[in-house]
């Protein structure tokens, strides 16, 4: 038992932690303020965290909904030489989430 134990531990101990950084936009973001968050997801990216990128709807901001994919859909062609699109651009209630994943060294 306490070997079973002493062996799941150092299992647990060599396991890779997920880092999980988040970049939060609106539906009318404007182009400076765009590509100073684009470049801390490319930071964020280069240190091999995921990231997970929303457009967040205020009121009834919700009817930009288009505005908000190609936003997000601008951010992952422009990194894609750091990482790759996990999930499509996706509206959860006020939130449309798009995750990308860095790229492997």
Do not use: C, W
């Not at 997801?41 to 457009?55: H, M, N, P, T």
């Not at 967040?56 to 062609?77: H, N, T, V």
């Amino acid at each position: 038992m306490y070997e079973q134990k002493k062996r799941e531990k150092d299992l647990k101990s060599r396991a890779s932690k997920v880092v999980i950084k988040e970049i939060r936009f609106g539906p009318n973001t404007d182009d400076h303020d765009y590509e100073f968050k684009k470049k801390h997801a490319i930071k964020f990216l280069s240190d091999g965290a995921k990231l997970k990128a929303y457009v967040f709807f205020k009121g009834r901001s919700i009817i930009y909904k288009d505005k908000g994919e190609i936003l997000l859909l601008r951010l992952a062609q422009e990194l894609e030489d750091y990482g790759k699109l996990e999930q499509m651009p996706r509206l959860e209630g006020k939130r449309m989430t798009m995750f990308i994943a860095p790229k492997k060294k």
